[in-house]
């Protein structure tokens, strides 16, 4: 079962059948550009079923963040693993009205922690494309180290490493 997190600032919550639309818009914008996008609808669908499903199949998945005075979903924090990631992958992504306001190093921060404390995961990485600067910038300030000899699920993918390895 998902888990509800909070923070100062933020509530993640499981998925909900009303975060698809603006999951949708993102996925088929260019802003999806550094996870493998811009999608096809149908392709943006099966991400989200896939991002709700590994909790029912691995005991992680994704989560949504919220803001928790108003309520406005303002992005998406996840783990990710299975036959597609090699390890267990911490990945966000903010909404561009939500960007520049530390809510991605913090929802990261928290579901990271989370993963280590209380889900006991051997470790998480963060694998990303060599030109997303600004997602480089937040795995280095949460921490995360670069592991050039870490697999990865693309050849031309950086990984990050949280812990573990």
């Given at each position: 079962m998902p888990p509800i997190l909070t923070t100062d600032r933020l509530t993640l919550r499981p998925m909900k059948m009303d975060d698809w639309?603006?999951?949708?818009?993102?996925?088929?914008s260019d802003r999806s550009?550094?996870?493998?996008?811009?999608?096809?609808?149908?392709?943006?669908?099966g991400l989200f079923c896939?991002?709700?499903?590994q909790w029912h199949l691995m005991d992680h998945g994704a989560l949504m963040i919220d803001d928790s005075q108003t309520g406005e979903c303002l992005g998406q924090v996840g783990i990710n693993h299975g036959p597609l990631f090699p390890e267990h992958e911490l990945g966000w992504f903010v909404?561009?009205?939500?960007?520049?306001?530390g809510i991605a190093f913090e929802a990261a921060s928290a579901f990271r922690d989370w993963a280590r404390n209380q889900r006991r995961?051997?470790?998480?990485?963060?694998y990303m494309d060599p030109e997303n600067e600004r997602?480089?910038?937040?795995?280095?300030r949460l921490g995360a180290?670069?592991?050039?000899d870490a697999p990865r699920p693309d050849p031309q993918d950086i990984v990050?490493?949280?812990?573990?390895g």
């Open positions: 639309p603006s999951y949708e818009q993102l996925m088929l550009r550094f996870m493998g996008g811009p999608f096809t609808r149908f392709n943006a669908w896939q991002d709700v499903a909404y561009a009205h939500a960007e520049g306001r995961l051997p470790g998480l990485v963060s997602s480089a910038c937040l795995a280095k180290t670069l592991d050039n990050y490493r949280h812990f573990g």
